[in-house]
C-alpha cells in the first residue's frame, strides 16, 4: 500500500484504466524531478517567473497523484511568486516539497521496479 502517494484520483478520472495509471506514474518519474529543481534554482535566483512556471506544471500532477501536503505546498510557492517574497520565507516549505516529492519517487521506484 502507497504510504506517499494514492492513484485513487487517477483510477476514478480514467475509469480504472491502469495503463493511463502508468503514464501518470511515469510523467512523475520523469518530469517531477527536473521540474523540483528548476524550483529551486528560481528560488535561489529569485526569479519568480522561473519558479512560477515550473510550480504550476507540477500542480496537477502533484494533485493526480493524491499528494495533499506537497500540492499545499507548491500552492504556498506559487504565492510566493506571485508576492514576491523573500527567499527565507519559502526556503523551508521548498525544503518540505521535495522532501514529499523525494520519499515518493523512492516509493514509487519500489512499487513499481523502476
Known sequence: MAIHYNLSKV???SD???EF???IIH???TEIPNEIR???EGIEE??????YSASHKIKPTLDLMGMDL???????IMEWTKSQGKKKEIKEVFKCLKEHVDNTLKEIRK???L
Request: aromatic share 16%; proline share 0%; no cysteine.
Open 11 to 13: 483510477y476514478e478520472i
Open 16 to 18: 480504472n484504466d491502469a
Open 21 to 23: 495509471a502508468q503514464q
Open 27 to 29: 510523467l512523475f518519474v
Open 38 to 40: 528548476l524550483i529551486k
Open 46 to 51: 529569485k526569479d519568480f517567473n522561473k519558479t
Open 70 to 76: 506537497a500540492y499545499d505546498e507548491n500552492l504556498q
Open 111 to 113: 512499487d513499481y521496479n
